[in-house]
C-alpha cells in the first residue's frame, strides 16, 4: 500500500490517500494527478526526517499531512511553521526550537513568549 499526496497551485497538499504500489510498470503518480486535475507525489506512511521507520524506502523527507509544503528544490514536504522562533533543519526538513528540549525527566511545553523574554522557551507543565 502507497500514499499519496495532492498538491495546489502553491504546492500546498490539500488531500492524502491510499493507493496503489508503485510496480515499475504504472506512474501512480501522474495517473493520479491527471485524474484528480493537481500534482501528485508519493509519499510514506513511515518517513520522518528522511528516516523509514521499517527501514524501507524514505520518500521526501517526511509523511505529507493536509497544510503541509512540498518543496521541489529539496523533494520534501514540509509541517507548518509550529512557532515563529523555530528553524527548519535542512537535513530532516523538521522544525526545531532553538533551544533544546531539557532532558531532566520533566514535561515542557513551548513558548515563543517565554523565549523572548528569557532566551528558554521551554516552561514546565505542573
Known amino acids: 500500500m502507497a500514499h499519496y499526496a495532492f498538491l495546489d497551485q502553491n504546492n500546498i497538499v490539500t488531500q492524502v490517500i491510499v493507493g496503489l504500489d508503485e510496480n515499475g510498470e504504472d506512474d501512480w503518480?501522474?495517473?493520479y494527478g491527471e485524474?484528480?486535475?493537481q500534482v501528485c507525489k508519493r509519499t510514506s506512511?513511515?518517513?520522518?526526517?528522511?528516516?523509514h521507520s521499517e527501514g524501507g524506502i524514505p520518500f521526501r523527507k517526511n509523511y505529507?499531512?493536509?497544510g503541509f509544503y512540498y518543496d521541489e528544490e529539496r523533494d520534501a514536504f514540509i509541517s507548518?511553521?509550529?512557532f515563529s522562533t523555530?528553524?527548519?533543519?535542512?537535513?530532516?526538513?523538521?522544525?526545531?526550537p532553538p533551544t533544546e528540549y531539557p532532558q531532566d525527566?520533566?514535561?515542557y511545553r513551548w513558548s515563543d513568549?517565554?523565549?523572548?523574554q528569557t532566551g528558554n522557551g521551554w516552561i514546565l507543565i505542573n
Open 86 to 96: 523555530w528553524v527548519l533543519n535542512e537535513e530532516t526538513c523538521c522544525w526545531e
Open 105 to 107: 525527566g520533566k514535561g
Open 29 to 31: 503518480e501522474k495517473i
Open 113 to 116: 513568549e517565554g523565549y523572548k
Open 64 to 66: 505529507a499531512g493536509i
Open 80 to 82: 507548518p511553521k509550529p
Open 45 to 51: 506512511y513511515n518517513t520522518r526526517g528522511g528516516q
Open 35 to 37: 485524474r484528480s486535475g
